[in-house]
């Protein structure tokens, strides 16, 4: 990752074509600069770098090969170790229960159940609900092949169902029964977990390295050709060969085609194949091999029609982590493997969407990651009334003009544009003239690159939000918010304060002593270059999107129900916060 000098840099040179690089040194530091004109030739100008991360060489394309070489070979030795794992077996299946909760999906006594799949208000007249929405009956029986309690689902032995529906648990490992928990805000989650707002149920999370393999959860539920699957668990794979190995498959059809852009330690991101349903399975690094007891179904192509399988719209939240008045739909395209959140009249994949004309936001990834890691502000944010898209840029650390070009193909697609020739599902949806971007790590530097690319884009960009920032010493347009994290062993708080210090007023950082770098995402672990956090991925997430959110509605002139947060924010044991309103 690359940073500004913090010494001046002493060089000229006059570009005659659009992009020329020079390696030049600035004061006290070895550096990397680059300077280019903009796409109409107008601007000449230079700019130093210096990599800040914990291994400088990394920024040295050959001495990177020759480190690259090296390690493959001693991690196909090695293994990376991970944290080991404590407590008691609290259930006869010989593992180590995981802190699971007792049943809550029934009313409370005196309340009628639900008739339908979805209760549309909290409360119902006269007494108060455990949760808003009955899900529908549904027992497996045991799932004999998977030996552990782990996650959402509990594969004990000793278990008469996976899902239990009301009443006591008469057949729960000691410790509880994991349930599928329906959430609308990360409070309804547990601290392992998260909430995937696009279908509204809590889901499995790590923060740090396990020390067992496991399985979380997938989505979406169903689906055909042309849409993703994401596969959730723990420790697919621990030593970087060790991925080579790992295989997933739908009804017995492969889903991994290529490991190095379609899979994370403890994510995999997958096209779905043709026809493809049935069990879920999972081998891992080792040889062992996990089925998910839910199974995957085939959907039909073009738009899905809301039909109770999946939440509907609901009330506001009162929080700001919370969800808004409608569901969080989303949709794959081919272009780049852009992935579009959108308002939906239900949520999950392809489904109707809410007509309207919605405030648009570009999600850019950082390096090392799937490109959908930053899924649950995207969820979150069409709940809201946001229209968002996600393309794949991974790019070394340095200045690319090809994935410029290739992001200002994606934001032409779907900026200011009616929505309604890319999807059916978005029929009646346009987006806004205006737009707003948030990025994490090396996404923050190419927001920065396509902002000082393209004068009318940097014009019409209402606000930024940089999250564990790789900052290439730009000054964006709009309003600004930045958040760092202590145990970032990738962006270092020094580069989330240049940034913070660099831009004006109105600005906002959020600094996290206890958070690190891959527990921004909704699902990554960096190994080798990020500190142990000492808080849960579920309160670094939860932090993002309770000051991003309000943070956003602001920068488009939208209403504020949580105008507080950054007008007079809350004191926390998360985090700390700075900010300048004038």
């Known amino acids: 990752m690359d940073a500004g000098c913090n010494k001046p840099c002493h060089a000229t040179f006059r570009a005659e074509h659009a992009v020329r690089r020079l390696t030049v040194s600035c004061e006290e530091s070895r550096t990397r600069t680059s300077f280019r004109t903009d796409r109409n030739g107008h601007t000449d100008y230079l700019r130093c770098f210096v990599g800040y991360n914990t291994f400088g060489l990394l920024m040295d394309v050959p001495a990177l090969k020759k480190i690259l070489f090296i390690f493959l070979f001693l991690s196909a030795l090695c293994p990376v170790m991970t944290t080991a794992c404590s407590g008691v077996d609290a259930g006869p299946d010989g593992f180590a229960d995981q802190g699971v909760r007792i049943d809550v999906f029934q009313d409370n006594p005196g309340v009628a159940a639900d008739p339908s799949t979805f209760d549309a208000g909290i409360l119902d007249p006269g007494a108060p609900e455990v949760v808003y929405y009955e899900?529908?009956?549904?027992?497996?029986?045991?799932?004999?092949?998977?030996?552990?309690?782990?996650?959402?689902?509990?594969?004990?032995?000793?278990?008469?169902?996976?899902?239990?529906?009301?009443?006591?648990?008469?057949?729960?490992?000691?410790?509880?029964?994991?349930?599928?928990?329906?959430?609308?805000?990360?409070?309804?989650?547990?601290?392992?977990?998260?909430?995937?707002?696009?279908?509204?149920?809590?889901?499995?999370?790590?923060?740090?390295?396990?020390?067992?393999?496991?399985?979380?959860?997938?989505?979406?539920?169903?689906?055909?050709?042309?849409?993703?699957i994401v596969i959730d668990g723990a420790r697919f794979f621990?030593?970087?060969?060790?991925?080579?190995?790992?295989?997933?498959?739908?009804?017995?059809?492969?889903?991994?085609?290529?490991?190095?852009?379609?899979?994370?330690?403890?994510?995999?991101?997958?096209?779905?194949?043709?026809?493809?349903?049935?069990?879920?399975?999972?081998?891992?690094?080792?040889?062992?091999?996990?089925?998910?007891?839910?199974?995957?179904?085939?959907?039909?192509?073009?738009?899905?029609?809301?039909?109770?399988?999946?939440?509907?719209?609901?009330?506001?939240?009162?929080?700001?982590?919370?969800?808004?008045?409608?569901?969080?739909?989303?949709?794959?395209?081919?272009?780049?493997?852009?992935?579009?959140?959108?308002?939906?009249?239900?949520?999950?994949?392809?489904?109707?969407?809410?007509?309207?004309?919605w405030p648009v936001v570009g999600l850019l990834h950082g390096n090392g990651a799937l490109h959908i890691n930053l899924e649950y502000l995207g969820q979150a944010l069409?709940?809201?009334?946001?229209?968002?898209?996600?393309?794949?840029?991974?790019?070394?650390?340095?200045?690319?003009?090809?994935?410029?070009d290739k992001l200002i193909e994606v934001v032409n697609l779907v900026w200011n544009r009616d929505l309604s020739t890319i999807h059916p599902a978005l029929a009646g949806v346009s987006t806004t003239s205006d737009i707003a971007f948030a990025g994490h790590s090396r996404g923050c530097a190419r927001m920065q690159h396509i902002l000082d690319w393209d004068a009318d884009l940097?014009?019409?960009?209402?606000?930024?939000?940089?999250?564990?920032?790789?900052?290439?010493?730009?000054?964006?347009?709009?309003?600004?918010?930045?958040?760092?994290?202590?145990k970032?062993?990738?962006?270092?708080?020094?580069?989330?304060?240049?940034?913070?210090?660099?831009?004006?007023?109105?600005?906002?950082?959020?600094?996290?002593?206890?958070?690190?770098?891959?527990?921004?995402?909704?699902?990554?672990?960096?190994?080798?270059?990020?500190?142990?956090?000492?808080?849960?991925?579920?309160?670094?997430?939860?932090?993002?999107?309770?000051?991003?959110?309000?943070?956003?509605?602001?920068?488009?002139g939208l209403f504020e129900p949580f105008a507080d947060q950054l007008d007079t924010p809350p004191s926390s044991s998360i985090y700390q916060v700075e900010y300048q309103l004038k």
């Open 488 to 556: 970032d062993g990738q962006s270092f708080e020094f580069a989330t304060n240049d940034a913070y210090a660099r831009q004006s007023a109105p600005k906002w950082k959020i600094f996290m002593p206890g958070g690190n770098h891959g527990s921004f995402c909704d699902h990554k672990i960096y190994w080798m270059f990020d500190g142990q956090p000492t808080i849960k991925r579920h309160d670094q997430l939860q932090t993002v999107l309770s000051f991003a959110l309000p943070f956003l509605q602001r920068a488009f």
């Open 382 to 404: 069409a709940s809201w009334g946001f229209v968002s898209f996600m393309p794949q840029s991974e790019a070394l650390n340095e200045y690319s003009q090809d994935v410029v």
């Open 238 to 357: 621990s030593t970087l060969l060790g991925g080579l190995s790992v295989k997933a498959s739908i009804g017995g059809k492969s889903v991994i085609s290529n490991w190095a852009s379609s899979m994370d330690e403890n994510r995999i991101l997958a096209d779905v194949p043709s026809g493809a349903s049935g069990q879920v399975k999972i081998g891992f690094e080792g040889g062992a091999w996990m089925t998910f007891p839910m199974e995957f179904g085939t959907a039909p192509t073009g738009v899905i029609a809301c039909d109770g399988t999946t939440p509907g719209t609901g009330p506001p939240g009162i929080e700001p982590g919370s969800m808004g008045p409608y569901a969080a739909g989303y949709l794959d395209i081919e272009l780049h493997k852009t992935r579009i959140f959108y308002p939906a009249k239900c949520g999950s994949i392809r489904r109707p969407a809410e007509p309207g004309t």
């Open 135 to 228: 899900l529908p009956p549904f027992d497996a029986g045991d799932y004999l092949g998977v030996p552990k309690d782990y996650g959402l689902f509990d594969q004990g032995s000793s278990d008469p169902g996976y899902f239990d529906h009301g009443g006591s648990d008469s057949g729960q490992d000691s410790g509880g029964t994991s349930l599928e928990t329906p959430c609308r805000s990360f409070t309804d989650c547990g601290l392992d977990e998260t909430c995937n707002f696009a279908l509204e149920r809590c889901e499995g999370r790590s923060t740090w390295k396990e020390a067992e393999q496991g399985l979380y959860a997938f989505h979406p539920r169903a689906g055909a050709v042309g849409d993703r």
């Open 458 to 486: 940097k014009a019409h960009t209402r606000g930024v939000v940089f999250i564990g920032p790789a900052d290439d010493g730009v000054v964006v347009p709009g309003m600004f918010m930045v958040f760092g994290a202590g």
